[in-house]
Nanobody, 121 residues
């Protein structure tokens, strides 16, 4: 399986953006799709995750209430809707796959290439 993230761009503070993560190849029902982000000079951090076979989700505190993770099984695509964005949301956003429903990046073994999100104030 390969993951391709897209949808990043420049957005004003308070605006919205939807990121997509298209998977090529079979996504097993046991997979968990996660989103992470990395700002310049900072470590990669967890944003959100969702089980591929169910609708179980988890969010980082910074994302809870503003971001929404979703999926379209038929399209083999996961999404991350960014709402009410803030300048501190500026980062490269990565999608990744794991078999663990976890926020730990070390448990994710398939990574997409990342898409840049820049929030202007």
């Amino acid at each position: 399986v390969q993951l391709q993230a897209s949808g990043g761009g420049l957005v004003q503070a308070g605006g919205s953006l939807r990121l997509s993560c298209a998977a090529s190849g079979r996504i097993y029902s046991s997979y968990v799709m996660g989103w992470f982000r990395q700002a310049p000079g900072k470590e990669r951090e967890f944003v959100a995750a969702m089980r591929w076979s169910r609708n179980s989700t988890k969010y980082a505190d910074s994302a809870n209430g503003r971001f929404i993770i979703s999926k379209n099984n038929a399209k083999n695509t996961a999404y991350l809707q960014l709402n009410s964005v803030k300048p501190e949301d500026t980062a490269v956003y990565f999608c990744a796959a794991s078999t663990q429903f976890t926020a730990q990046s070390s448990e994710y073994f398939i990574w997409g290439q990342g898409t840049q999100v820049t929030v202007s104030s």
